[in-house]
């Protein structure tokens, strides 16, 4: 973490885009979601998160050219991308949305969450190109994981996590391979009984929960999953929301696995964190702004907006800890 010193001149946080974010996200729309590498584009989710904690313009131009000059490539094919295009431009945004949403509730783990990760931040950027980027990704590189996911019970999804975590499962051969941990009987035996509700409010606690255990990427893709998963549920109509949190439960516990079910603090551990003293909100999102890992500035501005809605001070503690202000 570099000095304080050598931080930007962070501004204050915005409620909506500024010119510079409005510029870049125009430029960024002609790219794939998949890098030169194959790895996932962040570089919307990036400027998007950076500017809503109040980065200066400079800041979203040089993490603008660090992507584009080595990492990303062309959309081979922009028919979709126009047709999504056209669409919303002639019934707008929502409409457009709400027209095509349903048939991706099936698919809520695809590119390991970032498909509706995209969707939700571009949504919160009220931007018509991303958009029309974020369902062109989605349709592009949809997967459905195997086999019914959970009708829904009594048993809270941290209760079903840390069952996970004590059953002898086939973890598959990636953190990306929800697929395999989806289709084993035992797995599905264990998350028979979880909660489901449309708001997600439980599923959310435990995988904040989950990270305080696992600290690493996987376990911070599952938080800033179910946020994005808890943005778009809203947008759908009462049957159709209640299949995407089923689906969007089944794949979140399958990431779990997936990701090596970490262990779970204990509830005092988890409460002891959540009651503890954490830095100011404004040198945590400066820190955030200041580092170079887009996944720090994805956690934190997830952070906040949980810690917003739900109240709960441990996503203060989780978005320290991430920028390396607490240990």
């Known amino acids: 973490m570099p000095p304080t010193s050598a931080l930007p001149d962070v501004g204050p946080e915005r409620t909506s885009p500024s010119p510079a974010l409005t510029t870049t996200l125009d430029a960024q729309v002609g790219f794939d979601a998949r890098t030169r590498q194959g790895l996932s584009n962040h570089l919307p989710m990036e400027l998007l998160a950076l500017d809503a904690l109040g980065a200066p313009a400079a800041a979203l131009e040089v993490v603008f050219e660090r992507w584009t000059g080595q990492l990303l490539r062309p959309r081979a094919d922009t028919a979709v991308f126009d047709a999504f295009s056209a669409e919303i431009a002639s019934d707008g945004i929502d409409a457009t949305v709400a027209d095509h949403l349903p048939r ?5 783990a695809s590119e390991w969450f970032h498909s509706m990760i995209r969707l939700a931040y571009a949504l919160d950027a009220g931007h018509a190109g991303q958009v029309a980027s ?34 002898e499962l ?4 990636s953190h990306a391979d929800l697929a395999t941990v989806a289709r084993q009987r035992a797995f599905t035996e264990v998350v028979a009984p979880v909660v489901v509700t449309t708001d997600l409010d439980d599923l959310a606690a435990a995988v904040a929960a989950a990270h305080v255990g ?7 893709h599952l938080v800033t999953g ?5 943005s778009l549920a809203g947008r759908l109509a009462a049957p159709t929301a209640q299949r995407f949190a089923r ?8 990431g779990y696995v997936a990701a090596g079910a970490p262990p779970i603090p204990a509830d005092a551990e988890l409460e002891e964190r959540g009651g503890a003293d954490v830095p100011a909100w404004d040198e945590v999102r400066a820190a955030a702004v200041a580092s170079p890992d887009v996944h720090v500035t994805k956690l934190v501005y997830t952070c906040r907006l949980e ?11 989780l978005a320290a800890r991430e920028v390396g202000l607490l240990v």
Not at 136 to 161: C, K, M, N, S
């Open 247 to 254: 689906r969007v439960v089944q794949a979140v516990a399958a």
């Open 104 to 108: 991706f509730v099936e698919s809520p």
């Open 307 to 317: 810690r917003a809605t739900t109240g709960d001070p441990l996503y203060s503690w």
């Open 170 to 173: 086939d973890r598959g051969a």
């Open 214 to 220: 696992g600290a690493d990427l996987a376990s911070l």
């Open 134 to 167: 974020a369902l062109t990704d989605w349709t592009t590189y949809g997967r459905t994981l195997p086999g019914e996911p959970p009708t829904g019970g009594e048993v809270p999804a941290l209760a079903v996590l840390r069952e996970l975590h004590d059953t």
């Open 226 to 230: 179910v946020q994005a998963a808890r």
